[in-house]
């Protein structure tokens, strides 16, 4: 999985 | 997004505009402690370095812009605005708060989701974050009359690391693959250390008295 996927929080 | 995950943004919003209603409105920094809004900042800037790379919502883009923006101007504020930074308790601020940065950095070189600059900030920022409410914590100890303001800034500031707690369990059901092992260990440290602070404040609320922590 990409990671920034992850990173979609603030 | 769940109700959990925008729940939690809007308590750390409110915590924001409570702060700024503080500073901008009442004109006074004091119970605030410079060396957690400094964290924060560097908090903001370490995460949201892929704010004009990735796009993910706009909704994503105006809350990461608001906290850059809100962050930067509270630390300008206490530091030199004429009237704001007077009120500005920096005999109590004392937490040597530098001494965050490097362990945090060091953890984030070793412990990553991926080897690369953003992910490494990104990492750092997650660490940063958990323990950047820490000097707060101790000049609120310190203070003899904390200000309703203040305690609600806390407040609400621990509220959103609870919600997005809920949050994450709530997507670890729902979304497959939705693991995160980083966030979540360091975002339960973050939350265990407003317990205490939680504890008081709702005693202080209950009986109706003044929120004071105990030294």
Redesign the interface.
Known sequence: MDSSLGHDEL | MNAF?LAG?MT?LLSVVVLLLKIHTIKSCAGISLKTQELYALVFAARYL?LFI?F??LY?TV??LV?LASSFSIVWYMRRHKIVRRTYDKDHDTFRHHFLVLPCLALALLIN??FTFR?VM?AFSIYLEAVAILPQLVLLQRTRNIDNLTGQYVFFLGAYRVL?IL?WIYRYFTEP??V?WI?WVAGIVQTLLYADFFYYYIMSWKNNVKLELPA
């Open positions: 995950r943004d750390h892929d990735h993910i919502s994503n809350m990461k906290f989701e991926r992910e990104w997005y949050n693959h939705f995160h966030s």
